[in-house]
Each structure stands twice: as C-alpha cells, then as structure tokens.
C-alpha cells in the first residue's frame, strides 16, 4: 500500500508507509516498537518502527571504530550540501507536514543545514589555533586544536526545528572530527535527511557510522547522556530536561552544549518605525505559532506610543491566516501536539482567573484571541494579553504583554556597549527570532549558556592542547620561580 496523492512526495525522499527507524552500522534497521507519525491535525502520515537499546548499542560500537578513520571532512560536507539542494523543496515539504510550521519556514529550515554546510567547508580549512608570547627566554607557546583526536558528537533535538538544529551541531562537528550521533523528536524527517547524509558517504566508500541516528524514545535520549563513547551532548529542549541532560553528562565529566528555552521581549521606544517594529512583533511572536527559543512572548512599549502600536497589532493579529501550513496564505499553522494545545488553553484560564476575572479598567486589562479554533487540529488564536506593570508580577505565564513605562532610547543600546548585555542574542530593529548562521546563536541563563553554527563555536566540537615548547638549554619556570 502506497501513500495518497498528498503525500506521494515522501516517496522521493526514500519513505515508505512504514519505515525502519535507525540508522546504525550504515544499514536501515529497528527493533523497538512501531510509532505513527501525524502532522499536528492528527492525519498520520506513516508509521515508523523505532531503535531499541540493543540497536543503539550496535550503532553506538560502529560508530566509535568509525570515528578512527573519518576523513575528507570538507569535501564530504560540501557533497552533503549539495544533495540537500536536490531536495530542498521536498523535505522543506515534510518539514512542514510533520511539524506543522508554515511551508516558507520549512523550505528556509532545510536551506539553513545547506548554508551550514557552505559555511563549515570553508570553516575547514581555517580550523587555527594561536601563537602565543612566552614569558620565558627561548620557549614559544601555540594552541592547538585536535582534529586528528577522535570523537563522537551526540545530537539531541527538538520538534520546533526537525533539522535546522542538526545542521547547526553536525556540519560543525563532522570537519572537526567528530562522528555524529541524532536523537530526534520528528522521525520521518530524521530518516529523510540521514537517507541524504549516508548516500554521500557510501558514494564515497566511507562507512556509514560516521553518521548515526535513532528514533526512539527517551530512553535513547537517556543512553547518549550517560555513555562515556560521547564526550559531547548537545541538547536542544525544554530548560526542564536540560537541565537534567547536563548534570547526568556532567556526572561522567562530559561536555554539555545546551539550547533550552527563551522568554524573549520587544522593547518599542518612542521614536521608533511603528510599522516597521508591528512586522518584527508579528513575525516573532506568530511566526512557527509562537513554539520556537526566540519566539517574542513579552513586549514593553514606550507609553507615548502604546495605545497606537497596541491597536495597529491587534488589527494584524486579526487578520492572521490559520490554516494548513502547506496552503498558499497560511501564517499560522497548529501546534504540534493536542497536548500543547491542551496547555495553550489552560494557560489562557489562569490568565483569565489571575487577572481579567478582577479587571479594573484604569489598570488597562485586556485579552485578543485566546481560544482554540473551532476545527479539527491543534490550531489556537494568535494572543495578545495587555496587563500593567503590577498584573505582570500576578501572572506564572509568558503570554502576556505587559505596559513599559518611560526610557531614554540610548539605554537600548548600552546592551552591545563595554557593560554588555545578559541576553545571548540582542536585536535592533528586527525580531527576536530568525538569526543567521554566521553568528554563535545561543542564550544565557535558563536558556543553558550554549553556542551553536557560527562565529567561534567550532572550539567546542574537538579537544584543544597548549602546547608550550623549549628550544633553549635552560629551565626557566614561569612567575620567576627558582626550584633549586
């Protein structure tokens, strides 16, 4: 039995309507139980039958005798690129179908893993250390990354970013040395997207345990955390199982690369460009339904400018197309699951009983949306709650938009000045979410203090040595100590 029409794309892709969930020793293999794959308005799209802990254990043997031979890493990464583009339109389509983000944003995903894979090619051959100024007569010191030093690199992501995540953590970690090791949360995605990957290696006669991946449960996600074969976990979820991930990795003196959760806001000053800041908040707050890091859930205005800003906004949230995220037109598609649905609307009834049951007017109390939409699907209204400064210390959740009282608009800016900011990520004039790979994308505190994709982030993906050499006769010791 074939797909429906709908979804006869997925056959290009190498799916089927059931399908072995693992990827291990460079064979398609799955002992654990079968899972069904729905997009968010509960359609199943095709079963999966996931890894056991005997198939992870298998992978995870391959995968470290793999690691002792994996070369040619940019050249392989750029031949991976390569064939992401040929299927670019197709697996931004099933990023969508399965996620249930709009088709623009599903297309853009999968072009960030081929941007990552431009970008780390060139990484490659500019993997440098320092040269560093010794203190002692005739000693130089240089800091040296290890590329030639095995690794495994364990990859944990989330449902809001079925791949982009993955590209972000293995295009990095594989020119670096490291073989690659993918718990996912969205399988058939997972399994399109490794189908690509082991294609380039066997093409290349490379063993396909260079790249490894298990759908499964958690209790796969628990495996990687606690094996010493993975000194580096990046994990991408909720600051709950962060937290949780790191002090099991940490108990075996791993390294943790955490990208956990963001409660981002959106200061608008009085001289801004009102329609241009009302496009940024749309975007940020709307944009992937408001599920992902950097989606806008607070947002401060200059009170000269709050009542017009707050009434263009709501005027855009009306107009707000929900739908099928495949559909021309569609803004906004469902959420990803009943139960974020289910907690959407529980959420808004503590709203209600915390602050509009009580409203008093001059407090400026309000609500705009906040219900599920009447179909079927995980679909719900895009939400503004307007409450004052003293509603906003009352309310336990982030959907709300709280009054901003006056500041100078040069304060704004002493964020990217020599103080610094405690935000990993600070935007102006554009929203809080879509970050370019380029740069180290990550946030601090709860968020988990992580640093993904550009700038320097490839030094947490491979070992580094301060290598300090004597070329003289003598042994001069360093602070000027004399040891006899």
Known sequence: MGFPKEYQFLSELGLGPRNPGCYANGTWRGDGPVVGSYNPPTTIIAEVVEASIQDYEDGMQ?????????????????????????????????????????L??????????????????????QLNGSIIPSERPNHMMMEVGCVESPWNCGVITAFNFPCAVLGWNACVALVCGNCVVWAPTTPLVTIATTEIIAQVLEKNNLPGAIF????????????????????????????????????TVNQ?????????????????????????????????????????????????????????????????????????PLEKGTLMGPLHTAASKQHFASSIEVIKSQLLSNRDINRGEDLVGGAAVNSDGNYVQPTIVEISSSGAGRLRYNWYRPRYSPRKPELIFQWIGPHG???????????????????AFGGEKATGGGREAGSDSWKQYMRRSTCTINYGKELPLAQGINFG
């Open 104 to 125: 623009a944003e599903g297309i853009g995903e999968v072009q960030e893993i081929i941007d990552m894979c431009d970008y780390v090619v060139g990484l490659s051959r």
């Open 212 to 247: 490894t991946s298990f759908c499964g449960g958690s209790e796969i996600g628990e495996a990687i955390a606690r094996d010493k074969r993975i000194p580096l976990v990046s994990f991408t979820g909720s600051t709950k199982v962060g937290l949780m991930v790191q002090q």
């Open 421 to 439: 900011s405690d935000c990993g990520i600070v935007n102006v004039n554009i929203p809080t979410n879509g970050a370019e790979i380029g740069g």
């Open 62 to 102: 391959a995968c470290t005798e793999a690691a002792k031979i994996w070369m040619q890493r940019g050249e392989i990464v750029r031949q991976i690129g390569d064939a992401l583009r040929t299927k670019l339109q197709q697996l931004g389509r099933l990023v969508s179908l399965e996620m249930g983000k709009i």
């Open 252 to 324: 075996r003196f791993g390294k943790c690369l955490l990208e956990l959760s963001g409660n981002n806001a959106i200061i608008v000053m009085d001289d801004a460009d009102i329609q241009l800041a009302v496009r940024s908040v749309l975007f940020a707050a709307v944009g992937t339904a408001g599920q992902r890091c950097t989606t806008c859930r607070r947002l401060l205005l200059h009170e000269s400018i709050y009542q017009v800003f707050l009434d263009q906004l709501t005027a855009v949230y009306k107009q707000v197309k929900i739908g099928d």
